[in-house]
């Protein structure tokens, strides 16, 4: 069993930047690929970006791509995503998720989800 948290959502300017982190628990924490995702007002669970296991192999989706930054800790259990130069669009709730069971870029086969933590990015 994984249990995730998010942290460090916030209000930010247009232009601005953010760091949210997902803790994770277990001791598998390391092998599992990770995700985020968001899901704005009215919308359903978007792809942000992924990172593999222990070799942390990235993709990201297109609409952040160059802008945002996903990484991991594996001494923290922990992993992050960078968001710089934000727009308005970017205004969501920010998931972190774990252990994919089939492609990565879908919401529905990933096993384990933190709450959420909210972003707006104001105009």
């Known amino acids: 069993q994984v249990q995730l948290v998010e942290s460090g959502g916030g209000l930010v300017q247009t232009g601005g930047s953010l760091r949210l982190a997902c803790a994770g628990s277990?001791?598998?924490?390391?092998?599992?690929?990770m995700a985020w995702f968001r899901q704005a007002p009215g919308k359903g669970r978007e792809y942000v970006a992924y990172i593999s296991g222990r070799v942390g192999i990235t993709y990201y989706a297109d609409s952040v791509k160059g802008r945002f930054t996903i990484s991991r800790d594996n001494a923290k259990n922990t992993v992050y995503l960078q968001m710089n130069s934000l727009k308005p669009e970017d205004t969501a709730v920010y998931y972190c998720a774990s252990n994919p069971r089939g492609p990565y870029y879908y919401s529905s086969v990933y096993e384990y989800w933190g709450q959420g933590t909210q972003v707006t990015v104001s105009s």
């Open positions: 277990g001791r598998a924490f390391s092998s599992y690929a």
